[in-house]
């Protein structure tokens, strides 16, 4: 079948309510910037943005929020084919704007309804990338749709990624998204997880980039690649490892910068290019994201983020 569509982005979509300052935790907020959020919602508009072609898979409340986020997606030129409007209202999530790792509190709600539906066999068919998130995977129904259509587009022929975006208060059950991100791993995903939600996830800090790559790569995945924060990231296949040192940027803000990471990793594997040049196309989005607060504007030329390699 014609592979038409870059990448599938299948989880939540929601508004981020973004403290307008700087901010340890949210009893310091006074006042909230609305924002769109989501981390598979912003790496399809990264993405979008870069050139690709995108197809997001998501739930949004019949609301005001819902209205405005679906008007958002479709002026990025996203595919919304798939986007679904339930009954439930529009998740929210509360984030300090920080230097360093956001402070957040979700209310969870439409987008833990994406159904069976949305994942038509011959549209899952059609993608080259199919991606997901730990949050997105943490709650019923969205989970059994969201794996169900994981293995169809890798059975398809397409590669799958994940960000282990895990956190305790987003799915209290550790041991199953350990299952659940093993599961996924098995069928020869691309794996991107910040040292955070390493710790997050086991239990434990992330000191030993290579062993803790080399778990992912004994699961079945085909490409782990840890974020450090500060530090730079580390990326391995097996084959070959890199670490790649952050550089000196001016941030305005943290949330969203992982997934603009990624945009660019993902956009230039799907150009071809070798893993070292991946993880530093991945490097150049994100640095953009951290000079930047809230959504990136406009389209970006991929070349743009190409340019340490191209």
Same mark, same amino acid.
């Given at each position: 079948?014609?592979?038409?569509?870059?990448?599938?982005?299948?989880?939540?979509l929601?508004?981020?309510?973004?403290?307008?300052?700087?901010?340890?935790?949210?009893? &310091?907020?006074?006042?909230?910037?609305?924002?769109?959020?989501?981390?598979?919602?912003?790496?399809?508009?990264?993405?979008?943005?870069?050139?690709?072609? $995108?197809? #997001?898979?998501?739930?949004?409340?019949?609301?005001?929020?819902?209205?405005y986020?679906?008007?958002?997606?479709?002026?990025?030129?996203l595919?919304?084919?798939?986007?679904?409007?339930?009954?439930?209202?529009?998740?929210?999530?509360?984030?300090?704007?920080?230097?360093?790792?956001?402070?957040f509190?979700?209310?969870?709600?439409?987008?833990?309804?994406?159904?069976?539906a949305?994942?038509?066999?011959?549209?899952?068919?059609?993608?080259?990338?199919? +991606?997901?998130?730990?949050?997105?995977?943490?709650? &019923?129904?969205?989970?059994?749709?969201?794996?169900? !259509? !994981?293995?169809?587009?890798? /059975?398809?022929?397409?590669? #799958?990624?994940?960000?282990?975006?895990?956190?305790a208060?987003?799915?209290?059950?550790?041991?199953?998204?350990?299952? $659940?991100?093993?599961?996924?791993?098995?069928?020869?995903?691309?794996?991107?997880?910040?040292?955070?939600?390493? &710790?997050?996830?086991?239990?434990?800090?992330?000191? /030993?980039?290579?062993?803790?790559?080399? +778990?992912?790569?004994?699961?079945?995945?085909?490409?782990?690649c840890?974020?450090?924060?500060?530090?730079?990231?580390?990326?391995?296949?097996?084959?070959?490892?890199?670490? #790649?040192?952050?550089?000196?940027?001016? $941030?305005?803000?943290?949330?969203?910068?992982?997934?603009?990471?990624?945009?660019?990793?993902?956009?230039?594997?799907?150009?071809? !290019?070798?893993? #070292?040049?991946?993880?530093?196309?991945?490097?150049?989005?994100? &640095?953009?994201k951290?000079e930047?607060?809230?959504?990136?504007?406009?389209?970006?030329?991929?070349?743009?983020?190409? $340019?340490?390699?191209?």
């Amino acid at each position: 079948m014609l592979k038409d569509i870059d990448i599938i982005a299948a989880g939540e979509l929601l508004i981020d309510f973004i403290s307008a300052d700087f901010a340890e935790n949210l009893d &310091e907020v006074s006042q909230f910037k609305k924002l769109p959020g989501g981390s598979p919602a912003n790496l399809a508009a990264n993405l979008a943005r870069l050139g690709k072609r $995108v197809s #997001l898979v998501s739930a949004v409340g019949q609301d005001d929020m819902g209205d405005y986020l679906a008007r958002y997606v479709a002026d990025l030129g996203l595919d919304t084919a798939h986007l679904a409007r339930v009954a439930l209202p529009t998740t929210l999530i509360l984030v300090t704007r920080s230097r360093q790792v956001s402070n957040f509190e979700a209310y969870r709600m439409a987008d833990t309804q994406l159904g069976a539906a949305q994942f038509p066999p011959a549209f899952v068919a059609r993608a080259r990338l199919f +991606h997901t998130t730990c949050f997105a995977l943490s709650l &019923e129904p969205a989970r059994s749709s969201i794996l169900t !259509a !994981a293995a169809q587009a890798h /059975d398809a022929g397409a590669q #799958l990624s994940i960000d282990v975006n895990y956190a305790a208060k987003i799915w209290p059950d550790q041991r199953e998204a350990q299952r $659940v991100v093993a599961d996924y791993c098995s069928r020869g995903a691309m794996v991107k997880c910040s040292e955070v939600d390493w &710790e997050r996830l086991y239990g434990h800090p992330l000191h /030993d980039n290579e062993a803790a790559a080399t +778990h992912f790569l004994a699961q079945g995945a085909s490409i782990a690649c840890l974020t450090l924060g500060d530090k730079g990231c580390y990326v391995s296949n097996g084959a070959e490892a890199h670490f #790649l040192p952050s550089r000196p940027v001016a $941030v305005r803000d943290t949330t969203g910068a992982g997934d603009a990471f990624w945009s660019g990793f993902l956009s230039a594997w799907l150009d071809g !290019a070798q893993l #070292l040049h991946c993880a530093m196309s991945g490097r150049k989005m994100a &640095e953009r994201k951290l000079e930047h607060f809230g959504p990136l504007p406009g389209a970006i030329p991929a070349r743009d983020i190409y $340019v340490d390699w191209a």
